[in-house]
């Protein structure tokens, strides 16, 4: 059974969803992918890992960096948990590029290459965003791309942690990862 709260953010509301094993989802209202993994049948309650939750969010649009994460359960794929369970060692207020990312996933698959977009839809797809930090992924060439919340959102995110955005720009057409 999965639970389900709100929290308003300075740069949108947000759902939260959680089951007995931590969170499950984290969505900007309206995003791409909205509750895409939220159970039909769930119940609107307060359990202590949104709470939790809340509180790092309260940390976070503050502008500091939480000093903990609030439980978390990855609903998806190995390949998918994987890319989010490196986008979790992404430091707060850098950015790494979908190939970098790509690279690292080759590198502990085994393999000699790994596709960009393999990565890129995997990030997509992360249903548990700000806290695994999908906002903090870019095209190689530096195109602020790919953010299923919004290229505004994006920016705001990566503003609000005072990233290096000199090197970053809003593609004008297509996504390039």
């Known amino acids: 059974m999965q639970y389900t709260s709100h929290y308003t953010s300075p740069i949108g509301d947000i759902l939260l969803a959680a089951d007995d094993i931590g969170l ?5 209202e309206g995003q791409k992918y909205y509750a895409y993994k939220l159970e039909v049948q769930h119940k609107e309650k307060e359990l202590p890992v949104l709470k939790e939750t809340k509180k790092w969010l309260d940390i976070y649009f503050s502008g500091k960096n939480p000093d ?14 994987m890319v989010w369970k490196l986008l979790l060692k992404i430091p ?14 080759a590198e502990e698959r085994g393999l000699p290459h790994m596709s960009s977009q393999a990565v890129g839809g995997a990030v997509g797809h992360n249903e548990i965003s700000v806290i695994i930090p999908c906002h903090r992924v870019v095209g190689s060439n530096g195109s602020l791309t790919g953010y299923a ?25 297509g996504t390039a990862l």
Not at 92 to 105: D, F, N, P, Q, R
Not at 153 to 173: C, G, Q, V, W, Y
């Open 92 to 105: 707060y207020g850098k950015t790494v590029t979908y190939g970098e990312i790509a690279h690292k996933v």
């Open 149 to 173: 919340g919004g290229i505004d959102k994006k920016i705001k995110l990566l503003t609000l942690e005072k990233a290096d955005m000199n090197h970053l720009f809003i593609p004008k057409k």
């Open 68 to 81: 903990f994460t609030p439980p978390i359960h990855m609903i998806g794929s190995d390949f998918q948990t």
């Open 24 to 28: 499950t989802g984290l969505w900007f």
